[in-house]
């Protein structure tokens, strides 16, 4: 938990929307490439995330937890709704998942976490916290 704050600070200080991508990321579980399309209407007003998983073709309805929602609200407060939630600066488009790759890597080196450490990390600490709020 220690690390993940650090983290979120390093990328805080940086870029707000370096920071939301990393929130979002562990707090959804979803894989970067269902994430990196994803505008502003597709998580606002509404208390599910409905997405199509482009690896896999399945729908899948995840709840937007309060803590998620705060986060959410407060970056897209001054963003339209058919803005990417992660647009990249060469604008029109969200960012590509090297890119995303790049800013967790480069995060995690930053702050010492030791192994490989990527998009998907997102997606398994969000499972490595649901599996141990599960078992508690």
Known sequence: ???????KNYLLARSYRDYFLFVFGINSGLRISDILPLKVLDVTHTKHLKVREKKTGNARKIIITNALRK?????????????????????????????????IHNAAKACNVEGAIGTHTLRKTFGYHFISVLRT
């Open 1 to 7: 938990m220690d690390k993940i704050q650090e983290i």
């Open 71 to 103: 986060e959410i609200e407060k970056y897209t407060q001054n963003l339209a709704d058919s803005d990417y939630l992660f647009p990249s600066r060469k604008g029109g488009k969200p960012i590509h998942r090297v890119q995303a790759w790049q800013i």
